[in-house]
């Protein structure tokens, strides 16, 4: 069955960086589009990041763009988070999802566009 389990989440300093993966199973990447998304305690779910595995564009939220970046590899059936500079307000949860009707990016990062989600990994930002 479908699958997606992230892993890479941690304590980081302010500042710092991780790279979150989120490895699939069940189904083969290159035809579909990953999304990513986070929750902090009291928030609703934020998506911040979209990738089409088969093309490689890429989408951002404000609150991340050039400081997080998405990229695929497909050979191994994962997709990475990079996360640089961050800052304590990107503590959440941060989970992956799959977009299975296409390999393109929703138009908007809503969680409601994605149809199978991990089970999230913890990002805590802080001295």
């Known amino acids: 069955q479908v699958q997606l389990v992230e892993s890479g989440g941690g304590l980081v300093q302010p500042g710092g960086s991780l790279t979150l993966s989120c490895a699939a199973s069940?189904?083969?990447?290159?035809?579909?589009?990953i999304g990513w998304f986070r929750q902090a305690p009291g928030k609703e779910r934020e998506g911040i990041s979209c990738?089409?595995?088969?093309?490689?564009?890429?989408a951002y939220a404000d609150s991340v763009k050039g400081r997080f970046t998405s990229l695929r590899d497909n050979a191994n059936n994962t997709v990475y988070l990079q996360m640089n500079s961050l800052k304590p307000e990107d503590t959440a949860i941060y989970y992956c999802?799959?977009?299975?009707?296409?390999?393109?990016?929703?138009?908007?990062?809503?969680?409601?566009?994605?149809?199978?989600w991990g089970q999230g990994t913890q990002v805590t930002v802080s001295t």
């Open positions: 990738i089409s595995t088969q093309t490689g564009s890429t």
């Open positions: 999802a799959v977009q299975m009707r296409n390999n393109k990016c929703p138009s908007q990062m809503l969680s409601g566009e994605y149809n199978y």
């Open positions: 069940g189904f083969r990447l290159g035809y579909f589009a």
